[in-house]
Nanobody, 125 residues
Framework: QVQVAESGGGVVQAGGSLKLSCTASGRPGSRAAMGWFRQAPGMEREFVAAITWNADSTYYADFVQGRFSISRDSAQNTVYLQMNSLKPGDTAVYYC??????????????????WGQGTQVTVSS
């Protein structure tokens, strides 16, 4: 059974930084494309960033505007999201997702097979 677990959320002031981590475990030897989505209260879940299984391509939402960076551990299904210059509008629950089957459309939520429980990011003004 695959498990996806995020960590690294918290409370930060506007302009600050946070680094989220996520590991998808339970399929040894299989590499997954990994993505980050977020959901603010009363809003739909939206795409943030994604990275292919071999890290040869990364994708970002327009609102990231160079503030966020996604990376991964080359040997594992572990992915990181470095978030800089955070704004109050970035406040949301951030979800990590893994796509083992595909090829996935990495900006689309239903391309992913497994999801984490989410980690809260709160940016105060």
């Amino acid at each position: 059974q695959v498990q996806v677990a995020e960590s690294g959320g918290g409370v930060v002031q506007a302009g600050g930084s946070l680094k989220l981590s996520c590991t998808a475990s339970g399929r040894p030897g299989s590499r997954a494309a990994m993505g980050w989505f977020r959901q603010a209260p009363g809003m739909e879940r939206e795409f943030v960033a994604a990275i292919t299984w071999n890290a040869d391509s990364t994708y970002y939402a327009d609102f990231v505007q160079g503030r966020f960076s996604i990376s991964r551990d080359s040997a594992q299904n572990t992915v990181y999201l470095q978030m800089n210059s955070l704004k109050p509008g970035d406040t949301a629950v951030y979800y990590c997702a893994a796509a083992f089957f595909g090829p996935p459309l990495l900006r689309v939520a239903n391309s992913y097979d497994y999801w984490g429980q989410g980690t809260q990011v709160t940016v105060s003004s």
